[in-house]
């Protein structure tokens, strides 16, 4: 079965500092993918970054990069020169392939807080 | 990108009434739809997924009969919460898988019941 932990339930940094939030997972099937969202008190969920099981190099978009570590099966975020606007609830997430369902499994999320 | 617009963002309903949401894909075909549940400061819990034309399908402890879920059209998919209670108060989301492994989320419902 699969499952995602985030051990970290809250999280501060400092203004323009970077943060790295936690997430591990375990799975069974070779190919997954992995999802960060954040989620800020509106509600909606806001996609961030996503890796491929089968990508050799770590993903990143702008501020965000994601180490993915397979081996460890951990797909840490890395939110760098914090901002105020980052602080949010952030989930890691991974996704079944398409033809087993292809539904997302959610980790406990991460309550960031960004300090000025 | 494509998008997938959930109504109503919030709601107020009385014990006893029924809440319909809506999703709706608005740029894609969307023959799936996942429902997440979401209890304050908790994580999105899978309720069901909804394929269009055919019956929804609930995860283990999820009432059936109180979660409605029709998938009439490929761009439409409704939760109706029937005979809502304040324990049923709650966010709940729905989201359409796009082709390979994206997924796009519609903006949350908060539903409280009085």
């Known amino acids: 079965a699969q499952k995602i932990t985030q051990t970290q339930p809250g999280m501060f940094v400092q203004e323009k500092e970077a943060v790295t939030l936690d997430c591990t997972y375990d799975t069974s099937d070779p190919s997954y993918g992995l999802f960060w969202y954040k989620q800020p008190s509106s509600g909606e969920m806001i996609f961030l970054i996503y890796q491929g099981s089968y990508d050799q190099q770590n993903a990143t978009e702008g501020r965000y990069s994601l180490n993915f570590q397979k081996a460890r099966k951990s797909a840490n975020l890395v939110i760098s020169a914090s901002q105020l606007g980052d602080s949010a609830m952030y989930f890691c997430a991974m996704r079944s392939p398409p033809n087993t369902g292809n539904q997302f499994y959610f980790g406990t999320g991460t309550s960031l807080t960004v300090i000025p | 990108g494509a998008v997938v617009s959930q109504h109503p963002s919030w709601v107020i309903c009385k014990s006893g009434t029924s809440v319909k949401i809506e999703c709706r894909s608005l740029?894609?075909?969307?023959?799936?739809m996942f429902w997440y549940r979401q209890f304050p400061k908790q994580s999105l819990m899978l309720m069901a997924t909804s394929n269009e034309g055919s019956k929804a399908t609930y995860e283990q402890g999820v009432e059936k009969d109180k979660f409605l879920i029709n998938h009439a059209s490929l761009t439409l998919s409704t939760l109706t919460v029937t005979s809502a209670h304040p324990e049923d108060s709650s966010f709940y989301i729905c989201?359409?898988?796009?082709?390979?492994?994206?997924?796009?989320f519609g903006q949350g419902t908060r539903l409280t019941v009085v």
């Open positions: 740029d894609f075909q969307a023959t799936t």
């Open positions: 989201s359409a898988p796009g082709q390979g492994y994206e997924a796009f």
